[in-house]
């Protein structure tokens, strides 16, 4: 069985911890990193119905996405209401992770996945320079190029959408002269050295630079190595909250509509704004994107799928000639535990389960 930290090393691939909005509680909140586990029950929310189900399907451990701890606790009471969710998680061992905006802004979490069920061509991220990145420059000796920029791949480096391994490689003339006590890799002490070498640069997030800094040192045969690290000016990757991006082709609006009302499994949807004929370039960001109408505009949106839509926000939409679709933020956000679920499957392929669970908080009816 697995155990509670390689599940979570597993989750931060799919959606790095670094990718966070500052003050948002991720990661592990309850229980022990060391905990072996085979069955987990996702959710959106935490509650005690949904660990009365995880205790029911003997679960050792709960997925959430909005985190359950997000302002300091300031006692732990176990006669009140919410004492009582912990003293049940405590007292039945289940450990409690979380994964939320990282999820979200991860360039093949929630965001990413909605645009996929839309059939989006290309997306982008709708937030703009969501994550820092570096530019590694590192000189080698010629030959070593693709040992270097294999391992540098294998960290996490040089990946530029779906394309690996880029890198810019000049060529030049090193030199050195080693000192008593130097152990060159080529050369000989106490002589000036002039060695072929190569120029190598690529890209990697910011969040990365001791993982890809001790790979690249791992493998680099001299002795003292040579790099230099600058941060970057523009935008990189495709990180950030939101995606927007094309239909393969143009449809009537309400052939769209139907669409979207049935990725979402919904017979209700709010929409408004800007009333559009046809419909091609679509935005879509799930939970609350309100502050981001003119932004999907000036990116050429003609709908903007979002939740926690506002009455102004409806106006200022029909404005701009946009039109809205607020299909619940529990809604949209809830399709994401399909991902993880297909994707946790993937890596631990006979070891390890999930469920989805069937306690799902909806926080309102419509009729």
Known sequence: MPSVREIASVLEELAPRGLAENGDNVGLLVG?????????????????????????????????????????????????????????????????????????????????????????????????????????????????????????????????????????????????????????????????????????????PARMEERIVRALLAVHPYEEVAYDLYPLAQSAGNTGLGRIGNLPQEIPWEEFLAQVKELFSSSYLRYGGYKNDKVKRIAVLGGKGGKYLRQVKE????????????????????????????PGHHIMESRGLAQIKEYLAAKFTGRFRSFISRKQIDPYDLD
């Open 299 to 326: 990116m050429g949106a003609e709908v903007f799928i979002t939740a926690d839509l506002g009455y102004h926000d409806f106006f200022t939409a029909r404005e701009l000639g946009l039109t809205l679709v607020d």
């Open 32 to 204: 022990r990193a060391e905990q072996e586990i085979d069955t987990a029950l996702l959710t959106l929310d935490l509650s005690q119905e949904v660990v009365e189900e995880a205790g029911e399907l003997e679960a050792g451990l709960i997925i959430t996405h909005h985190p359950p701890i997000y302002k300091p606790l300031v006692n732990l009471r176990l006669d009140r209401p919410a004492g009582v969710l912990w003293e049940k998680l405590i007292k039945k061992g289940i450990s409690v992770y979380t994964l939320h905006t990282n999820y979200d802004r991860a360039p093949g979490g929630l965001n990413e996945y909605l645009a996929g069920l839309l059939n989006l061509v290309k997306p982008l991220p709708v937030e703009q320079k969501a994550e820092k990145f570096f530019k590694l420059a590192v000189f080698l000796p010629r030959g070593y190029e693709d040992i270097v920029m294999d391992a540098l791949t294998q960290a996490g480096a040089g990946w530029i959408g779906n394309y690996s391994h880029c890198t810019f490689q000049t060529g030049g003339t090193g030199t050195f002269l080693p000192q008593e006590g130097a152990n060159p890799f080529q050369g000989e002490t106490g002589k000036l050295e002039r060695v072929d070498e190569i120029r190598l640069e690529t890209v990697f």
